[in-house]
């Protein structure tokens, strides 16, 4: 599996001079180096698991968010395969494993999951025109879903609107109908 570390400290567990500089300034973090030796670990039980590459993880308060190659997934879980488990057992929080996607309905649903989102609407909305004269039209793309879904988001609306920002690049904006 490819990670924020290189194959050599993955291994031994102890960091070489590039791996500990990326640490020291801050590109890498604790949890990416956690993962990396559970993927190690992970790897020689699941050989297939070496087809992964861990693009980002990205942590919050309440879970962290691991984001992957598309097709990882699939090597990762299922079966006797437990990856989110295991680190979810090291770092003590609930892990998300993700695979990056250009669809954001995808993005949205697995952000947003369990909650179970009813749509996405996407509406133009006129906006001031740098040169009068000339209407001027933004997409907003908006997110809907049921009142009772709130209460199974897995995390604040605000941080979940900035994931999937991360993610995808697009602005949302979320509605309960
Ligand atoms: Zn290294």
């Known amino acids: 599996m490819k ?3 290189c194959a050599f400290c993955a291994q031994t567990g102890m960091l070489c001079k590039d791996c500990q500089t990326k640490l020291n300034s801050g590109e890498i973090t604790e949890t990416d180096v ?3 030796k559970i ?3 992970f790897e020689k039980e699941f050989p297939n698991a070496a087809k992964v590459t ?5 942590e919050r308060p309440s879970f962290v968010l691991i ?3 598309p097709g990882s997934i699939r090597f990762l879980t299922g079966g006797r395969a437990d990856f989110d488990v295991r680190v979810e057992r090291a ?3 609930k892990v998300k494993l993700m695979e990056k996607s250009k669809n954001l309905r995808k993005v949205v649903d697995n952000i947003f999951a369990p909650a ?10 006129p906006v001031r025109s740098p040169k009068p004269g000339q209407p001027s039209v933004e997409e907003e793309t908006i997110i809907i879903l ?6 199974k988001l897995p995390a604040s609306i605000d941080e979940l609107v900035a994931l999937v920002k991360l993610i995808s690049g697009e602005d949302i904006r979320v509605e309960f109908r």
């Open 3 to 5: 990670t924020a570390i």
């Open 34 to 36: 956690t993962i990396a």
């Open 39 to 41: 993927a190690v670990e």
């Open 54 to 58: 861990i693009l980002k993880t990205i």
């Open 67 to 69: 984001l992957l190659t």
């Open 91 to 93: 770092l003590h929080k």
């Open 116 to 125: 179970l989102i009813s749509g996405i609407n996407t509406i133009f909305v």
């Open 146 to 151: 049921p009142e009772a879904e709130r209460e």
